[in-house]
């Protein structure tokens, strides 16, 4: 009974596996069938139909026609269904090459002209950078820097100055009060004054202020350009601290140039050992004069050890050249600059005012000589320094104001 069983089982199963191979086989030819029916495209993986039996086919000699194959997503699966459209062919043709430039271009490129066509010239509107030593010599101290364009302007024949600013080197910055710079041009020089306006205490003024110089460009190169910059207080007279001398036939002004030139050291005059800084008033109901003595700079140590002097002003009242009082200040140690504002009073008749004069003497307490004067400057109608009179003319001129000024001390 068992082994009846067992034998129908492997017949059934036999059965099956023969039934099995004969669908499998169907199958396969199908899809061989259909697989014969189209061609494959590697790029895409999408077969189309080839052209059917009969039909023209394209000469060899004309490119293919394509069909331009759009798919159309159809809901949320990922079904596309194609639509062919006929499109006509391009034949892409090599990129033109740049035509190079001949002579006879207008637009010819410069040697500098970089790989890509473009005139780089054309497009650097920077001007050139020079570093002018101006008038220091090898080895000579500088004050600081001075930056300014030139440039020569041949519709209106005028040389263009265009100033921007000046870096100093100053030791003691406290001293600057005000800055300007004045410009001449020598030998032609039209008489016209041209400066900045007046820079508050600053290492650093910034002026951008542009001047004009009319004169032919045949004219430029016999012309030197002088910058002075100046310092000055409310009480002083205008002092030079630095300056630059342009010889213009250094210079080629034909296209804007920038410069920055080395101002040189401004230097005392000849037999100068500083200046004092002092005040007078007079007052008539009281027939008083009064001097204040505010401050000194620059004075010069007689001692070779090159420590500051121990300074103090001496003051004498003349009449008509004969010395009637004498009066000084304390004394300030071990300065080159020292600051007194200590008032000394004389007291002089109204009538007898005009006949007066004032000598003042600085002098090193550390020496007791003849020679322990260090400078000295008078003022009066009749004195011989130009400042001395014009400094009484101005006392005499307001009554109870008092009226302040530098004088050089003269050795």
């Known amino acids: ?141 500088t004050v600081g820097k001075l930056h300014y364009h030139l440039k020569y302007d041949f519709r209106s024949c005028d040389l263009i100055v265009n100033l921007h600013d000046v870096e100093l080197f100053l030791r003691e910055p406290n001293q600057v009060c005000e800055l300007f710079i004045r410009i001449a041009m020598f030998p032609n020089n039209d008489g016209r004054v041209r400066q900045t306006p007046a820079k508050k205490k600053s290492s650093h003024p910034e002026f951008d202020d542009v001047f004009k110089f009319p004169l032919t460009f045949d004219e430029l190169s016999d012309q030197t350009l002088v910058f002075t910059l100046i310092n000055c207080d409310r009480f002083s007279r205008h002092e030079p601290i630095g300056e630059v001398e342009i010889l213009m036939d250094e210079i080629d002004c034909t296209r804007e140039v920038e410069i920055w030139s080395d101002m040189r050291q401004g230097r005392p005059g000849a037999g100068s050992t500083g200046e004092l800084l002092f005040s007078l008033s007079y007052l008539p109901t009281a027939e008083r004069l009064n001097l204040v003595i505010m401050k000194s700079r620059n004075l010069a140590a007689p001692d070779p050890s090159g420590d500051g002097p121990a300074a103090y002003v001496k003051a004498s009242l003349s009449f008509n050249g004969k010395k009637l009082k004498k009066k000084k200040t304390s004394v300030k140690r071990s300065d080159a600059n020292p600051v007194w504002n200590e008032a000394l009073v004389f007291n002089v008749p109204h009538e007898e005012l005009n006949q007066c004069s004032l000598q003042l003497n600085v002098v090193d307490s550390r020496i007791i000589t003849q020679n322990d004067i260090m400078g000295s400057c008078e003022v009066g109608s009749d004195v011989s320094s130009d400042t001395g009179r014009d400094h009484w003319k101005a006392m005499l001129a307001s009554h109870r104001k008092p009226q302040a000024m530098w004088h050089k001390l003269q050795s």
């Open 1 to 141: 009974m068992i082994s009846q069983l067992a034998l129908s089982i492997s017949v059934l199963f036999g059965t099956f596996i023969i039934a099995l191979s004969i669908v499998l086989a169907f199958k396969i030819s199908s899809v061989r069938k259909i697989n014969s029916k189209y061609k494959e495209i590697p790029a895409g993986g999408i077969r189309v139909s080839p052209p059917a039996e009969g039909s023209d086919t394209q000469s060899p000699t004309q490119p293919s026609i394509l069909q331009s194959i759009q798919p159309t997503h159809r809901g949320s699966g990922s079904s596309f269904s194609l639509e062919t459209s006929s499109v006509t062919p391009t034949l892409l043709q090599p990129l033109a090459a740049s035509p190079t430039p001949t002579s006879e271009d207008p637009t010819l490129l410069s040697p500098s002209a970089s790989s890509s066509g473009l005139n780089i010239d054309l497009y650097n509107k920077h001007s050139p950078i020079l570093r002018h030593r101006g008038s220091v010599a090898i080895g000579e101290e």
